[in-house]
Structure formats: C-alpha cells, structure tokens
C-alpha cells in the first residue's frame, strides 16, 4: 500500500472524533497555531478575496478564516469524503464556503484562481510535497500569498529527546486511545519523516514561492511559514 492510500485510509478512519484528537494531542494549542497562521495570511487577502484551503479536514481553519473576514469566500478541499462530511455539517447554510472533493497534487481548479491559500497540518501527508507547493502555486494568482502550518523536529536539540517519547507513546494514546493507536503513530511517524523548516523553505522557492515570514511555535515543533508566489511560477 503506497503513502497516498495509506493515508487516505487512516484519514477515513480518524475523521470521526478528530477535531477532539487534535486538541488532545497538542494540548489545546493547536487551533491557536493556527490563529497566528490566520493572522499572517489575512493581511494577503484582498477585499472579496478568494482563499483555497487544502487538505482542509473538517474545516477548522476556514472557519478560522471566515471568522476574521466576513467579505472573503472560501474553497476547501480534501480527498477524504469523511472529512468533508464533517466539514459540511460545520458549515451547513454558509454561503460563503465551498467544498470540494480533490487531491492536493492535482487539484480541479483553473490556474491563477485564488488569491491566497493555506494548507495546515496536511502537507506533510501528501505524497509528494514539492508536487503539492507547485500545484498551489499554479493555482493562485501572482502575488498571492500561501501559508504552511505543519509540525517539525524541534530546534534545540536538548527538546528532542522529550518529544520523541511524546510523539512515539503519550501523542497516539492521546489522540486515538487502544482502538486507534496504530493511526495515530502513524501520523506522528509523518512528522518524524517530513523535512526540516529549511528544505520546506528551499521547496517552496523551488515552486516559485518566495518565503517571507516565520513564526514558531512550542520549540519549532510547529511553524507557520509564510510565501508569496513570484513570477516565475507563471
């Protein structure tokens, strides 16, 4: 079973109390992370903008999104039709969201659409993440802003030890108990696999996203990362 498959499975499975999980697993921080996130993007969005959120789960962050901004419209996407179906009794009678079902690595929108995008907690998931950072940046418009929100290996090295126990036991329990412990390691192993803050940052210009603003959280076990697309990605 390859990694997209795979990951397509547990997400079908975890969908149920996942919102509960993640405020398990970070303790409570998680949508606070994800405030900051919101407040680097707002500032790129114009009046009546269009925002994608990929890898959009049950919705957190739209909503979050919404939430700042009243004028804005916003599309999600995800592949996991468990996820959506709780987005959509979030975000039942709201006009302003759209929900989409699709893979991030090819997703049904015409170039140049959106005018900002984020993707939280869910490239680390996908299969190929430079594939992901370049099919965002087909997408938005020139100038748009895109804003990565993802967990890392934290920065000092005295921290690791700490988080590696945390991650490989305490995080699994937490999120997903006896019955979902083999779904939750695995998405803690997604950490532990993914790339370090720099090489994201070294994708990101290699998709023709320019980095222009970071911010850490909890020991740089989480960052938001902020990009713009350039003109190179046209």
């Given amino acids: 079973m390859d990694k997209e498959e795979y990951v397509f499975k547990v997400f079908g499975s975890v969908a149920e ?20 996130g919101a407040e680097i993007l707002e500032a790129s969005l114009p009046q ?27 599309t999600a996407l995800d592949f996991s039709p468990e996820m959506l179906e709780k987005a959509e009794k979030r975000f039942a ?62 920065e000092q090295f005295w921290v690791r030890p700490f988080y590696g126990l945390y991650f490989s036991l305490l995080m699994p329990l937490l999120g997903g108990g006896i019955k979902r412990f083999k779904e939750y390691r695995w998405l803690s192993r997604s950490t532990r696999a993914f790339v370090s803050p720099g090489r994201l940052k070294q994708l990101l210009a290699l998709g023709a996203m320019q980095p222009k603003e970071e911010r850490s959280f909890m020991f740089g076990s989480c960052k938001a990362i902020y990009a713009i697309k350039s003109k190179e990605a046209l």
């Fill in 48 to 74: 009546g903008g269009k925002l994608l959120d990929i890898c959009c789960g049950t919705g957190d962050m739209t909503q979050l999104m919404l939430s700042r901004r009243q004028d804005i419209r916003v």
């Fill in 17 to 36: 109390d996942y919102d509960r999980a993640n405020q398990r697993i970070s303790l409570g921080q998680h949508l606070l992370w994800k405030k900051r």
């Fill in 93 to 154: 009678g709201e006009k302003r969201v759209e929900l989409v079902r699709g893979n991030a690595l090819d997703m049904p929108f015409k170039n140049d659409s959106f005018d900002a995008a984020v993707i939280s907690f869910g490239l680390r998931n996908t299969a190929d993440y430079g594939a992901a950072i370049k099919e965002a940046a087909r997408v938005l418009k020139e100038g748009g802003g895109f804003c990565c929100i993802d967990s890392f290996l934290p």
